[in-house]
């Protein structure tokens, strides 16, 4: 007898998609077909979408150092309700993971939370200060893939390229929040029309521009794998497109916030809006959108950023940046860009786990496979109201959205159902 | 109106009504006991999070010549140095009893949020670069007092507009009121999308100095986001200054104005700001009125002056 039996979902397998089952025995997939036999449980599929868990590459755990935003428990519910079962943490926590023994710390958080599968990304630099490099080849041999100092860009030209090359020996990925510091420090969002009107400082699309392009080139110099984070504007798409024509082992990724909203939103001075990158213009939004339907863009990641309300419950420009994200990513992505079966479990799944190194997440499902599975009804409307993160600085809470999941399984077991 | 947060929205009959409510409050003051009974018993508290005795003060003396009680929170000697969030402090002042809180703040929007978190009216006082609409309130008030009316008045605005609070609110005020505003300064100083705004706009003084009604001048600083934003005071006094010779060239009834603190030497001229047509302490005066009209109007008090 199975475990558990997923009836009559639109299944993705290396075949294809067909309408079938899936059976569950001893955390793997033991069977695809139909008279799969008896389980000790069924969930009714009803022909929602059945694919391999999402996989989230952008994900502030805030563990160690700020557990009153989240912590690697409270943080890995939330992601198993949004459908996600593999996780790349953040490591601008406090203090930074710069060395191996604190991307262990997190791995082994997770691991008994059993929530997720969880591995860290190593910072660059150590401190995450720009200067010198992290302790890279520990990192590697703690199982650490990606590289970056994520909340801040390495600014200084000649640290990355070092970093760079050492870390295309390696294999790794360098992934870059890619913003140029003297542009950006005084603003508190998008300069435009609305930063004109509430008098805010802007950041100018350029602060992302001129790093995105620059990095391209060391990365053409050093021919290392680079994966440009949280992308925002139109002409970032057009040079990551670029860089992949030229050949460039060149990634990058998009957050829901930046597909679903842009800077009209921050009329409302909401500190909720606050993001960095900030939100852009509609012609922005419009870009990211088609270059996630046409896979310029590979990934789609959420940059869940939890904070406490005493930070985000005050004026905007005195808020801390960011929004949380994990819950309702999928149903975002879903609603506003309408991808087909396919594209949506490549962008949000398949890619994400291709570029961090997961071997046992991200695959179509197969016989024998790890039982890392999300059942998701891409035509289901609901609101959400509620979160499983330690903090509530959401956007998408009270907001109708479009597809949610029903079902999330890691290696075999249900971390998530509705 | 529950609170003055902005003149943006400000429709022109609450403007009138709030001018023609000031203009009587006005000559309040000048009588000899310039005191009226009207907010008897009601509590206005000012809470500055910027260094500026001028407008508090204003505020203040607005409060007691209603007759009303003012305590006056700021940061420098209270619990925020100490890390009490902004929404403490508010809770804090509004359970101490009081009726109104005028908020000044460097951050855009705090009043806003304020406005959520209690039940009583909110002045802004000043936030940010965004908005200050009791400057506006008597600013229009120094105007129709001096013109009778703003309809059809042409009034060029001078200097650092992309970081006034001031100019803001001005700008809706005053074209809501009838007036034509001409923004005038270098494009480091400007908004970036004027075309948004109901202006026009010139990089030159002198093309526009024979036509105005009004030169309003705003306060320059030299720096702004760690980048210089003009070459030099002497060289932005030259090009956007109110010289002695861009003086004699204004129409003969045309004004100066400025929100003060002057710069004077840069902005303006030592002599010109002492003139009869620079109107700089009939502003201070009506400020006291303009803020007069907006404590009576939001703590519906009975006038009974
Ligand atoms: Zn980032």
Redesign the pocket.
């Known amino acids: 007898m199975h475990d558990l039996l997923l009836k009559g979902g639109s299944v993705l397998t290396h075949e294809g998609i067909s309408v079938t089952d899936v059976a569950i025995a001893n955390g793997r997939v033991a069977a695809i077909g139909s008279d799969l036999g008896e389980a000790g449980e069924t969930i009714e599929c009803g022909g929602a979408w059945v694919g391999p868990g999402f996989v989230d590459m952008h994900t502030h755990l805030r563990e160690p150092g700020q557990e009153w935003k989240e912590n690697i428990a409270s943080g890995t519910a939330a992601a198993a309700a949004g459908g996600y079962t593999a996780l790349l943490a953040m490591p601008n926590t406090d203090p930074p993971i710069d060395s191996a023994h604190l991307a262990r710390y997190v791995s082994d958080q997770a691991f008994r939370a059993r929530n997720a599968y969880v591995v860290s990304a190593g910072c660059l630099t150590m401190e995450r200060a720009g200067e010198r490099m992290a302790h890279l080849d520990e990192l590697w041999d703690a199982g650490v893939r990606i590289f970056t100092d994520?909340?801040d860009t390495v600014q200084n030209a000649s640290v990355l390229r070092a970093a760079m090359e050492y870390v295309a020996q390696l294999g790794g990925v360098v992934s870059q929040?890619a913003v140029d510091r003297d542009l950006s420090a005084a603003g508190f969002m998008h300069e435009g029309s609305i930063s004109s009107r509430l008098g805010m400082q802007g950041i100018p699309r350029e602060a992302d521009d001129l790093t995105i392009s620059r990095d391209i080139e060391l990365a053409r110099l050093t021919a290392v794998r680079y994966h440009v984070?949280?992308l925002s504007t139109a002409r970032g798409v057009a040079l990551v497109k670029a860089a992949k024509e030229d050949g460039l082992p060149v990634t990058a990724e998009v957050t829901p916030h930046h597909l679903m909203f842009d800077h009209g939103e921050v009329l409302s001075m909401d500190a909720n809006y606050r993001m960095?990158p900030p939100l852009r213009e509609p012609s922005d939004t419009a870009a990211l959108i088609e270059g996630l339907r046409r896979g310029i863009i590979d990934v789609v990641a959420t940059?869940h950023a939890p904070h406490a309300a005493v930070e985000k419950d005050v004026p905007f420009e005195q808020s801390m940046s960011g929004v949380t994200g994990l819950e309702w990513a999928a149903s975002v992505v879903n609603g506003v860009v309408g991808l087909d079966q396919h594209d949506f479990f490549d962008r949000i799944s398949i890619a994400p786990a291709r570029i961090a190194g997961f071997t046992d997440h991200g695959q179509p499902l197969a016989e024998g496979a790890a039982g890392n599975i999300v059942v998701f009804d891409p035509d289901k409307r609901w609101t959400p109201s509620s979160t499983r993160s330690r903090s509530n600085n959401s956007p998408y809470l009270g907001r109708e959205l479009t597809g949610k999941v029903r079902a999330t399984l890691l290696d075999g077991v249900l971390t998530y159902a509705e | 109106m529950n609170h003055l947060l902005s003149t943006e929205h400000l429709d022109r009959s609450t403007l009138e009504e709030l001018l023609d409510e000031a203009e009587g409050f006005a000559e309040v003051l000048t009588r000899p006991i310039p005191k009226v009974p009207a907010l008897r018993g009601k509590t206005v508290a000012t809470m500055f999070f910027e260094p500026s005795t001028r407008t508090r003060l204003s505020f203040e003396k607005a409060a007691k010549a209603l007759s009303a009680d003012t305590v006056s929170f700021s940061p420098g000697t209270s619990a925020i140095s100490k890390g009490e969030s902004l929404k403490d402090t508010a809770l804090t002042i509004r359970a101490m009893g009081v009726d109104l809180i005028v908020v000044r703040h460097t951050a855009t929007g705090a009043p806003w949020r304020l406005a959520e978190w209690l039940d009583i009216p909110i002045v802004n006082g000043g936030d940010g670069a965004h908005q200050h609409p009791t400057q506006a309130l008597l600013d229009c008030l120094t105007i129709r007092q001096r013109f009778g009316s703003l309809d059809g008045l042409k009034i060029a605005i001078v200097g650092d507009i992309k970081h006034s609070r001031v100019a803001r609110s001005d700008i809706f005020a005053m074209t809501t009121l009838g007036a034509e505003v001409i923004l005038v300064g270098p494009p480091t100083l400007l908004p970036l999308d004027p075309e948004a705004w109901p202006v026009s706009v010139s990089h030159d003084l002198d093309s526009v100095i024979e036509e105005v009604d009004v030169v309003y001048l705003l306060r320059v600083q030299t720096e702004r986001g760690g980048a210089s934003v003009f070459p030099s005071l002497a060289e932005y006094a030259t090009r956007f200054g109110m010289t002695p010779e861009r003086f004699s060239r204004l129409k003969p009834e045309a004004v100066v104005m400025h929100p003060g603190p002057m710069n004077r030497g840069v902005e303006i001229s030592y002599d010109v700001a002492d003139d009869e047509r620079a109107l700089i302490l009939e502003q201070v005066t009506n400020g006291v009125a303009a803020r007069m009209a907006v404590l009576f109007r939001l703590l519906g008090g009975e006038h009974d002056a």
Do not use: F, I, S
Request: zero cysteines.
């Open positions: 994520d909340g929040h984070q949280h960095t940059d």
